[in-house]
């Protein structure tokens, strides 16, 4: 492996850093890229650490979102998904080494369901956001726990894509991008 010099990953970290501030500001534009956008930019977290490392991964995290605060804040739910799901590619490995499947799939969904309780915990008596206290309101019962059952299913499907797009990465893309 050859050595990576401290300019090369700052520049790396800084062209996918501008890249994922680009995707969320599209979560402000298209209403229905709410949820699609800070998924993708879990996607880009991936290169990250597979060309910088960890310790620049946490870095890259935390500047995108400072940056997608101050510049995205325009549709903040989308931003808070990110703040508090963000970091998943990075807990992903780790949680991947348990030993069983059940208590892997156990720890993910625990994972995932406690950072949305945060993250529209903070949106719903902290910000106070009208339209999004409204939209639930008129939402039954039935509709929400629904909502949250397809999140689960779509946060599981987003894992499993994560799976194979390192792998996609590391066989082929990182070739083609000459890192």
Known sequence: MKRRSKAGVIAR??????????????AGMIPAATFCCPVLVLFLMIP????????????WYAAVCVLSFVLTFANPEATLIYLFLGYYPLLRKYINRLPFLPIRLATKLLLFNAAIAAAYSILLFVLKLPELISDLAETGKWMLLSGIAVANVCFFLTDYVLGRFEIYYAVKLRKKLKF
């Not at 990250?48 to 870095?59: L, P, R």
């Open 48 to 59: 990250v650490i597979s060309e910088c490392g960890g310790k620049w991964a946490i870095v």
């Open 13 to 26: 970290c800084g062209l996918l850093g501008a890249l994922a501030i680009v995707i969320m500001l599209m």
